[in-house]
């Protein structure tokens, strides 16, 4: 009985691992390294989770339109290595990205850089283009 437990707990735990890999992407796969975009806004949430953190901005089109942003970085740990903590940007910051949009044209881009309104600190994004 012990070892049949030991068996499903050990079988759950690689599922539990792998989980994750399951949903990485190539950047090219969903982002166009051509449709260059800067956006600047108000974070109004944060997914400091694997395989990317994503964050949400709103966004004041030409027109005054306000739209909701999600935004892709690298890894926890790439951001971690590029200077970030989970406490960098937090939601009601305003802040700058510079990255590339989503082929499909939604409202999503990967981060290359965000620069922070409140210290003008500018950090890398640990993104997946160009890997």
């Known amino acids: 009985m012990i070892k049949t437990i030991r068996v499903l707990l050990t079988a759950l735990g690689v599922l539990a691992l792998t989980a994750p890999a399951t949903a990485h992407h190539s950047f090219a796969a969903e982002f ?12 109004t949430k944060i997914e400091w989770l694997n395989p ?7 966004v004041k089109d030409d ?20 200077g970030w903590t989970r406490k960098s940007m937090t ?3 305003v802040v700058t990205v510079e990255g590339s949009r989503a ?15 409140s210290t003008g600190q500018k950090l890398f994004a640990a993104s997946s283009q160009g890997q």
Do not use: C, Q
């Open 91 to 93: 939601t009601g910051d």
């Open 63 to 82: 027109s005054g339109k306000v739209n909701n942003w999600g935004v892709e970085m690298g890894s926890p740990n790439g951001l971690m290595r590029a």
């Open 52 to 58: 990317h953190v994503w964050f949400y901005i709103d």
């Open 32 to 43: 166009d390294a051509n449709k260059a975009v800067n956006l600047k806004g108000t974070i």
């Open 103 to 117: 082929k499909d044209g939604s409202t999503h881009a990967n981060a290359r850089a965000v620069t922070l309104a």
